[in-house]
């Protein structure tokens, strides 16, 4: 069982920056895959980015390339989404989710994770 808490959602406008947390506990050293995903009203979940775990591996969507960065901290069993030069259509609900799919190759698909955090909300304003 893994839990995983997130944090850091909130307002900003465009152009600004958020950064998110997302802290797992429980049996965390079965993670191979922490993804982060979004999903805006009458939209589907879209991947946004991942890193492996152990090796800090980074894989992201075309969309945030440039803008977004994945890293983690192992010693805290915390991932980071960092949020640079946000837009509206930034705006979602984000959730980080953990794969225990080792090799995992098809991040993009959520069904292939594990567990979920709740969710915190990102608006940007224009």
């Known amino acids: 069982q893994v839990q995983l808490v997130e944090s850091g959602g909130g307002l900003v406008q465009a152009g600004g920056s958020l950064r998110l947390s997302c802290a797992a506990s429980?049996?965390?050293?079965?993670?191979?895959?922490m993804g982060w995903f979004r999903q805006a009203p009458g939209k589907e979940r879209e991947f946004v980015g991942g890193?492996?775990?152990?090796?800090?591996?980074?894989n992201y969507v075309d969309s945030v390339k440039g803008r977004f960065t994945i890293s983690r901290d192992n010693a805290k069993n915390t991932v980071y989404l960092q949020m640079n030069n946000l837009n509206p259509e930034d705006t979602a609900v984000y959730y980080c989710a953990a794969s225990q799919i080792w090799g995992l190759r098809t991040w993009g698909d959520p069904r292939l994770y594990d567990y979920w955090g709740q969710g915190t909300q990102v608006t940007v304003s224009s």
């Open positions: 429980g049996r965390s050293f079965n993670i191979y895959v």
């Open positions: 890193i492996t775990w152990s090796a800090g591996n980074t």
